[in-house]
Nanobody, 115 residues
Framework: QVQLVESGGGLVQPGGSLRLSCTAS????????MGWYRQAPGKERKLVAQ???????NYVDSVKGRFTISRDNAKNTGYLQMNSLRPEDTAVYYC?????????WGEGTLVTVSS
């Protein structure tokens, strides 16, 4: 069983930055596709960014140029660097690891962008 633990959420002013981390237990992290999803109040959970085992990335259009996803397989940890944050980025952010047909999820970390 894989456990994912997120950290780094919090309250930030518009234009500020946060860095989310996701640490995985077990040995499959380096072979899986890691992603960050977010769910705003009253809305569906949606993909924000993904990084493949080989390092290729993709982003939803609304965060391109502002967010950067990365991973350190030696530490079983993935990251989401979020810059130029906007109020509409407010959501619970979830770490996801896809391994074969199985999805693993963290419990989420709240990001609030407000003045």
């Amino acid at each position: 069983q894989v456990q994912l633990v997120e950290s780094g959420g919090g309250l930030v002013q518009p234009g500020g930055s946060l860095r989310l981390s996701c640490t995985a237990s077990g040995s499959i992290f380096r072979s899986g596709i890691m992603g960050w999803y977010r769910q705003a109040p009253g809305k569906e959970r949606k993909l924000v960014a993904q990084i493949a085992a080989g390092g290729s990335t993709n982003y939803v259009d609304s965060v391109k140029g502002r967010f950067t996803i990365s991973r350190d397989n030696a530490k079983n940890t993935g990251y989401l660097q979020m810059n130029s944050l906007r109020p509409e980025d407010t959501a619970v952010y979830y770490c996801n690891l896809k391994y074969g047909t199985i999805d693993y999820w963290g419990e989420g970390t709240l990001v609030t962008v407000s003045s």
